[in-house]
């Protein structure tokens, strides 16, 4: 474990260099040192100086001697510094803090031109310094706890009766924050964001990481009893000390929701604590009038209301489609026929609220939400059932809310709801209805000051109905009614922003209790109120937008609202490393986060198009403007057709030499480690995933995020790649080797089997692998060479890296391998690490899974990495798309289970998954092989296909389903021993797969990706 003066150096390493002096009249360096054990609040001690080294050694010597008397271990370090000053007189600042919302006040404030006695922007807010009582919707100043704190802080008292002409300075900081493994965080400094590290756009792993914290969080709120701690006012530690039945509800739909995702025994354990105090304690059944058993929440004060019924039935339906199960189909029943009996059999209106007692009307109309989440209940369940009763209750009360235009409540229930409905009942007054409930609303999810996390769920419902509409010509016409460009631009924007929303650690630590609250989600404006709630909305949020990066449609906007990284190139620094000229040069201050391909435009890009190999349109003003920003700049050799467009132009002698410089330029500037995976088809790119997710525990990992088979591909992911992480992870099958080698220098290279592109020449597999062994020409004496021991071409591998004084780790099944795996048995992994045991489990099926897993474990300890930190990357870890992954998709009243391996097929990869089919828990009666054509495999194709008999007939399929030409002749072989059909296409194929599925079958997926296995594997998982 690192020590405390670790974490000071690394921050100190960081800042020398930026931190600037601030003119006269104020000290030139004010520097916040900020340290918590994350039990109690953050110790702050300031320090002020002439000269940067000063004020950091006088400010580290205080908080060094303060972590030590105080015993505390892997401490939470920030450190922010002063970068801008304003004067302001103290009347002045009173009455500007009438305009500024509650809890939003950015920055520090010093109440002397020497900053003697200042705070920052993270204190006033977390000691609410700033915050009246509720009543009070802005910022006003807090009498009592600012002097408490500042008594605290100082240990002298500071009065607040001021002159009004007195002088108080508003402090504009930024800093940095590190942990115990001495990663240093940059963090924003004033603005919304302000305060929280900066972060690049979310991935899906990032936000499956949001998802993660959150819902561990929920989990750990579930008492014994199955009752949630409600909440929390953080500021002093105060539970809130109310509950809500229909929040209990609400609340386990999104962890639910979760559990799909991680697969967390903890928090299972906890949903099912939670969920039999609401079906037993919570859930009271009733006989009506007419002799119909019903079921109803009952909520405090002894009353009833429809939000409750809705609430429940979203929870149970999604345990049943999570869990698998139609146990508590009987109490969706009654808890539907409960909301069936609150509408109004003539209007389709609902009533809102009964008294517990005799089920009397109390309220009939409470608050318009009640009304969406009801008729998305129902919708819900009618798609786990059919039950067509469910539906002509929702159908009845979309009549009602067409008629009273219950769209300009922008609600995301009816949102969600109108999502369902067009599924089943795709009329044009359905789709209308959900284009007017956000038409309108888009500027508001654009300026909205709060985190407001329904917004996100209402844009993703809403964005899931557009991709329907779009597929629906008759309906098309619609779409004349929304801004798609916009509506995309705010989905992105309130995505990110829901971040500032993220109680991280840095943010936390100022906090009574960090511990209590870090990793959860707050509501700023309700004094950072952390509630259950309020988390669980979050967390749903983040789980649908993971899908929709995941399943991203090719539209126009359908791309990031921020960067994907940190802008790190300058303008003089792009035109020195090409030998280029600004034609049109970008404005003072300009910032580039990388260069890309037109078709991976994403804001804050220069964009480019190599001149040998134009597309079929220029790239013109069309192109620039059917993104979601607009371009940073354009490369270009010739500037004439892009002086229009009102961005910066680069023009250079040749693009791809200055695409190669570029990326040449990266690589030279990055400073952490850089490992490459060689291989080919599912097993080089899965152990490049693992390794990524498990090197995550050490620090931030850069992934290239487009095509990289030519050095020029690998050239502009280099330049977008974070300089500041402190891995990157690329895979390396390039036929220029050579080149791309030279280009990326790995520092270890893990070699799982032959690339792609050495196959493809004629010979025997040695002469591959020296063609592939040209990998290690780029790396130095000293470096990684992580071999894979079962290669029947390892003693080429292991001699060419021996040849270039690398270190050699080797892995594999093989009994001399360093790395060795013993056994992988329905993802438990039992390996040897130099003869020691270690185990791990994962979160995929299949024993190539497991050979992947020691592939990264050998990478690890090749880095000298302590294996325990990963095993918990590893057991949450998921396959990359089409490369494995398991999916559960309901049909027929039940489910199936698909094994998606439609990323890419080679003879050795289409064995490893029909042994996988062969091991699936079902019985051979239930699986289901779906082969598509091995694309690319030179004269021999026809015979590899045919050679995939034995292999196929030991999986035992009860049916086998054939797609492509290559595959007719193995058809044909097999047909008389195994009920085999043929289709030449996937069209074909899809027309015929509804009759050939059957709920309970284990189906595998597999074929080249030229084949279009995987549309079919996408539609499949987005059946609801």
Not at 46 to 67: I, L, P, S, Y
Request: with cysteine; glycine share 8%; proline share 5%.
């Amino acid at each position: 474990m690192m020590s405390f003066s670790d974490q000071l150096h690394a921050c100190h390493e960081r800042l020398v260099s930026v931190c600037a002096a601030l003119p006269a009249p104020y000290p030139a360096f004010t520097l916040f040192f900020s340290v918590s054990d994350g039990s109690q609040r953050a110790h702050v001690v300031h320090a002020r100086a002439a000269d940067f080294e000063t004020a950091w050694n006088e400010g580290a010597e205080a908080v060094e001697r303060w972590v030590r008397d105080c015993g505390i271990v892997s401490p939470w370090l920030r450190i922010d510094w002063v970068e801008g000053a304003s004067p302001m007189d103290w009347a002045q600042f009173k009455a500007q803090l009438a305009g500024v919302k509650r809890n939003y006040f950015r920055l520090g404030l010093a109440f002397d031109q020497d900053f003697e006695t200042a705070f920052t922007e993270q204190e006033l807010n977390a000691n609410a310094m700033l915050s009246g009582d509720s009543t009070i919707a802005h910022a006003v100043v807090n009498a009592r706890n600012f002097e408490a704190y500042a008594q605290a802080r100082f240990a002298r008292a500071l009065t607040l009766e001021l002159p009004a002409d007195r002088r108080v300075y508003l402090l504009a900081t930024v800093g940095v924050f590190c942990q115990a493994d001495c990663v240093v965080h940059k963090l924003v400094g004033t603005g919304l964001d302000a305060g929280r590290r900066q972060a690049p756009a979310l991935a899906p792993q990032s936000a499956l990481d949001l998802v993660r914290s959150g819902a561990s969080y929920l989990a750990r709120q579930v008492q014994d009893d199955g009752l949630f701690v409600y909440g929390y006012f953080p500021c002093f530690d105060r539970r809130i000390p109310t509950y809500d039945a229909m929040r209990h509800a609400s609340v386990l739909s999104a962890m639910i929701e979760a559990w799909e995702l991680m697969r967390d025994d903890k928090l299972r354990l906890a949903i099912d604590r939670a969920l039999d105090h609401l079906a037993n304690t919570l859930i009271r059944s009733y006989t009506l009038a007419d002799g119909t058993e019903v079921a109803f929440l009952v909520d405090t004060g002894e009353e009833i209301r429809l939000g409750g019924n809705a609430a429940c039935v979203l929870a149970l339906v999604k345990y049943c489609e999570a869990m698998d199960t139609r146990d508590w189909l009987p109490l969706l029943e009654k808890l539907a026929l409960g909301i069936a009996s609150l509408q109004d059999g003539a209007t389709g209106s609902f009533s809102h609220v009964l008294h517990a007692g005799d089920l009397r009307v109390k309220q009939a109309s409470r608050i318009i939400y009640y009304d969406g989440e009801a008729a998305y209940g129902l919708m819900r369940l009618y798609g786990l059932t059919r039950d067509a009763r469910w539906l002509a209750v929702v159908e009845k009360a979309f009549d009602h809310f067409i008629a009273s235009q219950h769209w300009q409540a922008h609600d995301h229930w009816l949102s969600c709801c109108v999502n369902e409905l067009t599924r089943w009942s795709p009329q044009e007054k359905y789709f209308r209805f959900g284009l007017q409930n956000v038409a309108g609303y888009l500027d508001f999810v654009l300026d909205r000051k709060t985190t407001f996390p329904t917004l996100l769920e209402l844009m993703l419902a809403a964005q899931q109905m557009l991709q329907r509409l779009e597929a629906t010509p008759a309906m098309r016409h619609l779409l004349d009614e929304l801004d798609t460009e916009k509506f995309y631009r705010a989905l992105e924007y309130r995505a990110h922003y829901l971040q500032n929303g993220f109680f991280w650690p840095e943010m936390a630590m100022y906090f009574r209790r960090p511990s209590t609250i870090v990793g959860s989600f707050f509501i700023r404006h309700h004094a950072f109120r952390v509630r259950i709630d309020d988390v669980a909305q979050y967390v749903s949020g983040f789980v649908a937008y993971r899908r929709y990066l995941l399943e991203r449609p090719a539209v126009p906007g359908a791309g990031s609202a921020r960067d994907d990284g940190a802008a790190a190139w300058t303008a003089s620094e792009m035109a020195r490393v090409t030998g280029g000229e600004w034609v049109v040069r970008p404005e003072d201050g300009w910032r580039a986060s990388g260069v890309t391909q037109r078709s991976f435009l994403r804001k804050g890009r220069v964009v480019f198009e190599h001149q040998a190999r134009p597309s079929k349109a220029p790239l013109a003003a069309v192109a620039l403007k059917g993104v979601l920003q607009p371009a940073a700049a354009v490369l270009c050799t010739d500037p004439a057709p892009h002086l229009d467009k009102r961005v910066p132009v680069l023009q250079v002698p040749d693009v791809l030499q200055a695409v190669l410089a570029l990326g040449a330029h990266a690589r030279t500037e990055f400073t952490g480690r850089v490992c490459g995976v060689l291989g080919s088809g599912t097993a080089g790119s899965t152990v490049a995933a693992m390794l990524a997710d498990a090197l995550a525990v050490w620090g931030e990992v850069g992934r290239p995020e487009g095509n990289v088979s030519l050095p020029s591909g690998m050239a502009w992911n280099l330049t977008c790649m974070p300089r500041h992480a402190a891995y990157w992870v690329l895979e390396m099958g390039s036929p220029h080797m050579l080149a791309s080698t030279q280009l990326v220098r790995p520092m270890l290279a893990v070699v799982t089997g032959l690339s792609a592109a050495s196959q493809k020449h004629r010979g025997p597999s040695e002469a591959a692998a020296r063609l592939d062994s040209r990998i290690f020409e780029g790396m130095a004496p000293g470096d990684s060479a992580v071999l894979n021991r079962d290669l029947p071409e390892f003693a080429t591998f292991a001699e060419a890296a021996m040849a270039h004084q690398l270190q050699i780790v080797t892995y594999g099944e093989h009994k001399d391998a360093d790395v060795r795996l013993l056994s992988f048995d329905h993802g438990e992994v039992q390996a040897q690490v130099h003869g020691e045991p270690f185990q791990l489990r994962l979160n995929a099926p299949g024993r190539h899974m497991g050979a992947s897993a020691v592939a990264a474990l050998a990478a690890l300890q090749a880095m000298r990495l302590k294996l325990a930190a990963a095993v918990e990357p590893f057991a949450h870890f998921e396959p990359p798309g089409g490369r494995g992954a398991l999916h559960t998709i309901h049909i027929g009243g039940g489910s199936f289970k698909l094994i998606d391996e439609t990323y890419d097929a080679n003879p050795s990869s289409m064995r490893a998954a029909l042994e996988l089919l062969s091991q699936a828990p079902c019985e051979p009666a239930r699986r289901v092989a779906i082969l598509g054509d091995m694309q690319e495999l030179g004269p021999a194709a026809q015979r590899h296909h045919l050679d995939l008999e034995p292999e196929l007939l030991a999986s035992q399929p009860d049916r086998v389903l054939l797609c492509g030409p290559l595959m007719r002749a193995l058809h044909a072989r097999i047909r008389t021993k195994v009920r085999s059909h043929w289709f030449v296409d996937v069209s074909d194929l899809s027309t015929a797969l509804g009759g050939l599925l059957q709920p309970g079958d284990w189906v595998l997926a597999k074929s080249s990706a030229g084949v279009g296995l995987s549309r079919l594997a996408r539609v499949l998982k987005a059946l609801p």
